[in-house]
């Protein structure tokens, strides 16, 4: 992990409300696993002090790139950024996806809008190619398409309102995808909260393996403010596990969804 001072190489608008952000980061880049954050200081930010974190989308050399939502006051002050400035990242932090061994199983991937940044490098590093499930409300929130496409994967896309691909929510051809066999395979996934626990309900119906990356509100991202702690099962019980540290990736059958009374 480093906090480094990085340089802004291109920052542009993907579709409506995402943009993609590129920058020069020599010392984090090359040690990026898939899954992995960054924890971002953007200055613009009067409250700049307080981080955001994005997944790590893509690694080139010693550039990494995000690929994010403008939601509030920090995701729009970075939107306002430029090719030139600079910004303090801390990465690459948390714990990542477990990439299939050669011959291993079949990934089939789910994705809720930018959840998809969090799976790209899993596409690229896994040995085997399988079905990436992309999943939105409008056409607008279907990402990367093209990319995943380009990696040799199979892209199934649904939209709720239509516009683009199937109708409905992205766990319905997973469904029926998962009727047709599941031995040899697991899931990966990584979106909005309802979503990720609808797929671990499906995995655990289907008895499928799934590991799920938690969205989860975070403070300092590197283990000490507690922010982004989650009930996790564990051999005895439960406890607080936090998403930052033994996170953000977690295997779907510890996660609670509620905390136990
Ligand atoms: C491990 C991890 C990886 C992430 N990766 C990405 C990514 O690749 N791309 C991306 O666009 N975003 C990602 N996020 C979410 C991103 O961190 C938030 O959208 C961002 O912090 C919002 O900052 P803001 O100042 O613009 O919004 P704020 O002004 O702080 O909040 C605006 C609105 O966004 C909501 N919000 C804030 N944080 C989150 C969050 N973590 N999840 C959902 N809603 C939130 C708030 O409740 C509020 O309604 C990730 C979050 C985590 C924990
Ligand atoms: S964000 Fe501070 S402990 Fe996780």
Redesign the pocket.
């Known amino acids: 992990m480093f906090e480094d001072t990085v340089t802004i190489l291109a920052n542009e608008r993907e579709t409506d409300a995402y943009f993609r952000l590129v920058v020069s980061a020599p010392r984090i880049a090359p040690r990026v696993q898939p899954g992995q954050?960054a924890h971002v200081r953007i200055p613009p930010l009067r409250e700049a002090l307080l981080r955001?974190?994005?997944?790590i989308?893509q690694v080139a050399g010693d550039t990494f790139s995000?690929?994010?939502?403008?939601?509030?006051?920090?995701?729009?002050a970075l939107a306002r950024m430029r090719p030139g400035e600079t910004l303090s990242a801390i990465g690459p932090l948390?714990q990542g996806f477990t990439v299939p061994a050669p011959g291993g199983e079949t990934p089939l991937l789910v994705a809720g809008g930018?959840g998809m940044?969090?799976l790209y490098l899993l596409a690229q590093r896994s040995p085997q190619r399988g079905v990436v499930f992309v999943g939105g409300r409008r056409r607008v929130d279907i990402l990367c398409e093209r990319e995943f496409a380009e990696l040799g994967w199979e892209v199934r896309v649904t939209t709720e309102d239509g516009s683009h691909g199937e109708r409905g929510l992205v766990t319905q051809p997973l469904v029926t995808e998962l009727r047709r066999g599941t031995t040899g395979r697991k899931l990966f996934a990584c979106g909005p909260t309802p979503m990720l626990r609808a797929v671990a309900r499906i995995a655990e119906e289907f008895g499928v393996p799934a590991e799920i990356?938690l969205?989860?509100?975070?403070c300092c991202g590197v283990g000490v403010c507690l922010t982004c702690v989650v009930p996790i099962r564990t051999a005895t019980g439960w406890e607080y596990q936090r998403?930052c540290t033994e996170g953000?990736v977690f295997d779907a059958r510890v996660v609670l969804w509620e905390v136990p009374e």
């Open positions: 954050f955001r974190p994005f997944s989308f995000l690929l994010y939502k403008t939601v509030g006051k920090g995701t729009e948390g930018y940044a969090a990356s969205d989860q509100p975070m998403t953000p």
